[in-house]
């Protein structure tokens, strides 16, 4: 991704990267720097402790950035 890419992404919850043809959740994102906080999955909870897991890489490496759709299920009884 250029930093171009970067600054006109719209950035919202739940949203994935992939890093080195790996898929992994963005945790938090650094806009000044154009980074991307990665961990390997979408944790249950997250504690001041789970920082040290975060991982930090650079806009330029990474691939994509994608949210998975929610798919709403209407069971309306007609």
Not at 12 to 35: P, T, Y
Not at 42 to 63: A, G, H, I, L, Q
């Amino acid at each position: 991704m250029t930093p171009h890419q970067f600054d006109e992404l719209g950035f919202g919850g739940q949203m994935w990267a992939i890093h080195k043809g790996v898929r992994k959740f963005v945790i938090s994102v650094d806009f000044q720097e154009r980074l991307f906080g990665l961990l390997p999955e979408r944790p249950k909870e997250f504690t001041d402790y789970d920082w040290r897991s975060v991982e930090w890489v650079r806009c330029e490496n990474v691939s994509d950035v994608y949210r998975p759709e929610v798919v709403s299920l209407n069971r309306e009884n007609k």
